[in-house]
């Protein structure tokens, strides 16, 4: 007999989808090629590691193949934050250019091939695209192929 999940982490309490968010909220994570670096800025908030305190990091989020990651970028160097979701996945996704949010959010580190290739190159497509003056335009996906990388559910709401 298996015990209830009381932590809120069973699986259909949580979407990768957008679908059951506030349309306005599921607009503004459902960012275009045109995005310029400014509208994919986040914060999130995550226990540290070693601390247990909450520690809010700024950092890029994507949408790729209909979901959204968030990701190292270029690289691949070790990061506070991938190291402090994989030690405790919960964290706050914080909305804070134009639409202002707060969402409860879960990270799952992508670790299979296929689902990696396909995320970074949609990703380095997506950043090729004309954007704003000073935004970041990799060229080749193969200097992302170290990249840390995080696939978001959302909490549905209840």
């Given amino acids: 007999m298996s015990t209830p999940d009381t932590t809120g982490w069973n699986d259909s309490a949580w979407d990768a989808s957008l679908s059951h968010l506030p349309d306005h909220i599921r607009r503004a994570i459902e ?4 995005a310029g670096t400014r509208e994919r800025i986040i914060d999130i908030t995550t226990l540290g590691r070693r ?23 270029a690289g691949g160097a070790a990061t506070d934050w991938h190291a402090n979701l994989l030690a405790d996945p919960a964290f706050t996704f ?21 689902e990696r290739q396909t995320v970074l190159a949609e990703i380095v497509a997506d950043l090729n695209q004309p954007h704003d003056p000073g935004t970041i335009r990799p060229t080749r996906l193969e200097d992302w192929a170290d990249s840390r990388l995080m696939r978001i559910s959302f909490r549905r709401r209840s």
């Fill in 94 to 114: 914080h909305l804070k250019n134009g639409i202002r949010a707060d969402l409860p959010a879960r990270a799952t580190p992508v670790t299979a091939p296929d």
């Fill in 31 to 34: 960012i275009t090629p045109a």
């Fill in 51 to 73: 601390t247990g305190r909450p520690r809010r990091i700024e950092i890029f989020f994507y949408r790729a193949a209909g979901t959204t990651y968030l990701c190292s970028g």
